[in-house]
């Protein structure tokens, strides 16, 4: 059948085959999927690459590191998601950690009755304006 | 100059050459992509990315093959590589089909010119055929269909390429055309 297809056959077997495939249900429907085979890839073969892509290949060349390849951008589509969430992750934790340091002391320390006089906050308390 | 001469340069410094080779095979690489890939644009920049492979090793061309073969090994190389699907690689597809990332128009480029509609169908749907019937293939039977069918290289050439007998090569084009003559039947019988 290849051969056939290709014309590769001499012309008397070329005629015995097309009697076959005019009678042949199942060898006509053969030779009609392997022409279109032929045609998917011939129209496939025809498609011409980019016209820019000598100068992408040499920009890529000049500058390896941003020539934007398949595996590079695979990479980075893996990797940025990953680098985004982990830096969400490092900034609340952060946040958390920065919060309990600025926490105001609660427990205040009892201090001398003469240092007492300079901090106003020890002289004005409630109780004194109580018993006063 | 021949090919050998260029190379020689390049490896001198004289990077500018390499341009020479890449106009001389640009189209070559592409046709093998493009029947690994069946996409323009994702031929295209696996071309590219051959290109800078075939640059950044050429110190480690020996010249025991024409570079021409050795440059095609690279391409079938970085093809089967590029389709060996990891299962991330074919979720991030998935995602992409499903978000349209590529289109009709995109995906089945070679039918832009069509107008009718029910041309445009039933020849995609012919497209899908070959193409998974193509795709499905054995490596070693796809890799020499495609370098007999796209690049029509001689059996002697795809043998170099491949780095086995031509004998090896006739048996393997061969069940090659049988296995995709079976798929694209049963295909057609399950539509």
């Known amino acids: ?132 | 100059m021949t090919d050998s001469e260029v190379i020689k340069l390049i490896l001198q410094g004289d990077k500018d050459k390499f341009r020479m080779l890449v106009e001389q095979y640009q189209q070559m690489v592409f046709r093998t992509c493009m029947g690994f890939l069946h996409n323009k644009d994702d031929a295209d920049d696996l071309t590219q990315d051959v290109f800078i492979r075939t640059y950044q090793s050429l110190s480690r061309f020996k010249g025991d093959s024409a570079f021409s073969t050795w440059l095609y090994r690279i391409a079938v190389n970085a093809s089967l590589n590029k389709i060996r699907k990891s299962p991330l690689n074919m979720i991030f597809q998935r995602f992409e089909n499903i978000t349209g990332g590529k289109n009709e128009k995109e995906r089945y480029h070679l039918l832009s010119n069509e107008e009718d509609p029910e041309n445009i169908l039933i020849r995609r749907e012919h497209f899908e055929w070959v193409q998974r019937a193509l795709d499905t293939l054995p490596e070693n039977q796809r890799t020499a269909i495609v370098l007999s069918k796209y690049d029509d290289f001689s059996q002697k050439e795809i043998a170099e390429i491949m780095d086995i007998t031509e004998g090896a090569v006739e048996a393997l084009l061969q069940r090659a055309k049988k296995n995709l003559r079976e798929k694209l039947s049963s295909q057609r019988k399950n539509k």
């Open chain 1, 1 to 132: 059948m290849d051969a056939y297809r290709e014309g590769k056959l001499p012309r008397d077997i070329m005629t015995q085959v097309e009697s076959h495939l005019e009678t042949c249900k199942t060898c006509s429907e053969i030779y009609r999927l392997q022409v279109l085979a032929d045609k998917v890839i011939d129209q496939e073969r025809k498609l011409q690459s980019d016209p820019f892509l000598t100068n992408r290949i040499m920009a890529g060349i000049d500058d390896p590191a941003g020539s934007g390849s398949q595996s590079e951008t695979v990479l980075i589509r893996i990797l940025k998601p990953a680098l985004m969430t982990v830096s969400m992750a490092a900034a609340i934790f952060f946040g958390i950690l920065l919060g309990n340091l600025s926490q105001p002391v609660t427990d205040r320390v009892k201090l001398p009755v003469e240092l007492a006089l300079i901090d106003d906050a020890a002289i004005e308390t409630v109780n004194i304006l109580l018993n006063e």
